[in-house]
């Protein structure tokens, strides 16, 4: 069974900064993506940032120059830092890990999301 947990948010004024842990663990698999998705109140869920096996890293447009995703598919971990924080930013964040396994795969997992509010 796999389990992504995240932590780390919390509330936060505008032009402050946050760090998202997130850690995968399990069995029998290896990771091919991490990465993080957000979901305001009444929006869709998007993708903020991911990084790969390979260490690549992609972001949103939204968040490109204040956000930095971090971390290594090997260890499990990975990690978003966000800087000069926006009200538009206020979301649920959730960590995704894309496993493969000797089913196959890729296969998504989620964590259970994280709330960050901007707001003074």
């Keep these: 069974q796999v ?7 919390g509330l936060v004024q505008p032009g402050g900064s946050l760090r998202l842990s997130c850690a995968a663990s399990g069995s029998a698999f290896t990771i091919n993506v991490m990465g993080w998705h957000r979901q305001a109140p009444g929006k869709q869920r998007e993708l903020v940032a991911m990084i790969t096996s390979g260490g690549s890293a992609n ?10 995703i ?3 598919t090997n260890k499990r971990t990975v990690y978003l830092q966000m800087n000069s924080l926006k009200a538009e930013d206020t979301a ?10 000797t089913r196959g795969g890729p296969f998504r997992y989620w964590g259970q999301g994280t709330p ?3 707001s003074s």
């Design 59 to 68: 972001y949103a447009d939204s968040v490109k120059g204040r956000f930095t």
């Design 70 to 72: 971090s971390g290594d």
């Design 92 to 101: 649920v964040y959730y960590c995704n890990a894309d496993i493969m396994t």
């Design 116 to 118: 960050v509010t901007v």
């Design 3 to 9: 389990q992504v947990v995240e932590s780390g948010g």
